[in-house]
Nanobody, 123 residues
Framework: QVQLVESGGGLVQAGGSLRLSCVAS????????IGWFRQAPGKEREFVAT????????SAADSVKGRFTISRDNAKNTVYLQMNSLKPEDTAVYYC????????????????WGQGTQVTVSS
């Protein structure tokens, strides 16, 4: 069973950047597709980005495309989410999640979840 721990969140001004990390332990990391999701207060959890087991395939939500980039380093058991040109509407708790399968945009596919990291973007 894999455990996921997010880090890198914080408070940033609009237009700024943050890089989130998701570190895995307890499992064969290269077997897991990893996704990033976010949830703002009073809203449902939404898809942000996903990356395949090898990192060859990745996709992002339209709302973050061109601003956010997902990547992974299997040697370090880590997936990153580079967030540039941040907007106040990006404010949310960001979660990474994993499952043994193809990369997916659906949170229902993911079996393992981290505790989340808060990202706050001020205007």
């Amino acid at each position: 069973q894999v455990q996921l721990v997010e880090s890198g969140g914080g408070l940033v001004q609009a237009g700024g950047s943050l890089r989130l990390s998701c570190v895995a332990s307890g499992g064969a990391f290269s077997r897991y597709a990893i996704g990033w999701f976010r949830q703002a207060p009073g809203k449902e959890r939404e898809f942000v980005a996903t990356i395949s087991r090898t990192g060859v395939s990745a996709s992002a939500a339209d709302s973050v495309k061109g601003r956010f980039t997902i990547s992974r380093d299997n040697a370090k058991n880590t997936v990153y989410l580079q967030m540039n040109s941040l907007k106040p509407e990006d404010t949310a708790v960001y979660y990474c999640a994993g499952f043994e399968g193809l990369a997916s945009r659906s949170p229902h596919e993911y079996k393992y979840w981290g505790q989340g990291t808060q990202v706050t973007v001020s205007s």
